[in-house]
């Protein structure tokens, strides 16, 4: 155990020189709109993965676990689907030894937690962790942040997280927005894009500051205790955060919690419904039910990728609910990246509605002729002029997109075969060693090249080539000159959604580099 902590220290020394000397610029924002989230460019759709708690709690996470979930997520076709953040939440993964650092619980995670985000990454999926902004999480059973600010952003950045959820239990005394911002700075400080989750449950109103603070907020407390889906608070979470709509968008959304469709207890039409609110509501789509037994109707609801066309949209507006029919609601005022708008009907009532959808309830003109797509059906209709007549099932819902022309485009969704690419030589010689990333998108356009950010090491040189919608970046490391030793770089790429000419949020992934054994050679610094 003692060799493989000393390991864990020899690599982080190494991941903080190689890391600080390529730390991201700060300030070199050149993208108009609303941006914010300290303009980190991260998650500008809104965030889409994994997390274990609604389904387990604390007590079953380990390495085994989450490392079972990662495969299922890929096996699944979550993975294709967009799906890509996924790690432990308070699972009892780290401590802080005697001199303060936080080291990994290797019991639970034999790898290590820096091994754990190899793991993720070499199946092209980005790496959640967890932590809490008191002096404990919420079981005592890990320590918190307080007081420990740098020091913790920096091992989850050496660990290579990319997702960092921040928990607000044990804070007595502190202030949430001032706390909350002292973290986002640490983060900053530790110089490696992680995309950073605030859950003070809605204490200290998130919406009203944290868009230059986080990526996602909280708005309210948890969906449910673990292992117990409830529909009824739910349904509750859904009309206290319908009402801020106006606080989120692009790199800042309101997060109603991670997601409970798939769990034991609700129903195909429940699942359906709930999984069209959190896309109606721009909220972030983190699976929490087991994704190692799930029912094909589960898979077909979560990889719809219609609808999660409309929540992964680039403009970021959130729907709300423009007219109630009775119980029935209609939602709208989600406009779409190519001038469409999504709109919501959602029977919560015990009996089936038919509903008329008027053009003016959208906002629309009356006499506008206009194409209807059903978005579970996948079938569209029209022209239609003034509204269309739906019927919704009990619990039910039908999502529509509204449009002047037959066409649906569905915007750029990222799917990367790996986050990591690790290559080894011998020192003995110089060398030329290639590793590729392959990015797709699942949208409906090519994407323009990606474009790799400037700040390389002299070592690696990174082409893009284009094939469709496909693209690979060939990563070229030259050994010559190059001691014995450990090279890692961040690459960072960014790229515009080709229809609205919106910033997409940017691509990035490790390269390690390894120069083993030389007679001559000394040891990288
Ligand atoms: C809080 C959070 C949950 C989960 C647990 C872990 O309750 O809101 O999502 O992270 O803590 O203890």
Redesign the pocket.
Known sequence: MHATVAREATVFLSLMIAILFLAPRSGAQDQPSAVEAGNNHLALTPPMGWYP?NEFG?DPQNEKLIKEMVDALVSSGLKEAGYTYIGP??GICFSRDRSGKLTSNLERYPSGLRGLGDYIHRKGLKYAL?TDAGTH???DAMPGTKDHEYEDMAAFAAWRADYL?V?W?NTQGQDVARTYATLRDALHAAGRPIVYSL?S?GEGEPWKWAASVGNLW?TT??ICSPGKADWDNAMKIVAANEKLYEAAGPGHWNDP??MIAGMDGLSEAQNRSFFSLWCMMAAPLMAGNDLRKMPLSTVQILTNQEAIGINQDPLGIPGRIVRRDGQVEIWAGKRLFDGSQGVLVFNPGATSAQVQVAWPDLGLVESEELYVRNLWTHQSTGPHKAGISVVVAPNDVVLLRIAKTNAFPVPPIIVADTYLVSLRASGSSAQKLKGMVTVKTNGSDELPLWKVQPGLPPWLSVAVTRNGKSQTLTNTASTAGLKQGLYHALVRADNVEPVSRRPMSALYYDVDLEIVGTSSGGTAN
Do not use: A, H
């Open positions: 708690w604390q939440d308070e967890y999480t919420c079981s959820k928990d239990c859950c449950w909280r407390g948890d919690d991670m």
